[in-house]
């Protein structure tokens, strides 16, 4: 019996984004400094945005799982349902970033880009080989 919360790809690919994400949510902060000086509001919008952004990311994995082992209509109505829910999820946060003064939108809508940026770095260091 295993006592893993996800499935082993998602663990893997947890383990790869979310060391990558602390390192990005840093370096937004810190240049994010000039402009906002030392506030609580972009860090919070950091924090809430990657908290978004992990959730996004389990949600599609395991829906992506579980749509493998499906008809392809069903699958196709499951990673529907899915997007529906991480639209909503997301939507959720920008109102959230709009409505509450302590969290910064773009702080917060920042990291929505970061499996796309740390994907993208990792395929360009092994192509060179690095």
Do not use: W
């Not at 919008?45 to 959730?55: D, E, K, P």
């Not at 946060?93 to 809508?109: D, E, T, Y």
């Amino acid at each position: 019996m295993s006592s893993r919360i996800f499935s082993e790809m998602i663990t893997r690919e947890l383990k790869f984004l979310l060391p990558r994400a602390a390192v990005f949510d840093c370096v937004i902060y810190l240049i994010s400094l000039p402009v906002y000086k030392f506030c609580a509001e972009v860090p919070l919008g950091l924090l809430t945005g990657t908290a978004v952004m992990v959730l996004n990311f389990i949600i599609l994995g395991i829906s992506a799982e579980h749509a493998v082992e499906r008809s392809l209509s069903v699958a196709k109505g499951m990673m529907f349902g899915s997007y529906m829910l991480r639209l909503l999820i997301m939507g959720a946060l920008f109102v959230a970033g709009i409505k509450l003064p302590q969290i910064n939108l773009l702080a917060a809508a920042i990291p929505q880009l970061y499996p796309k940026l740390a994907y993208t770095l990792d395929a360009m260091v092994k192509k060179k080989g690095g």
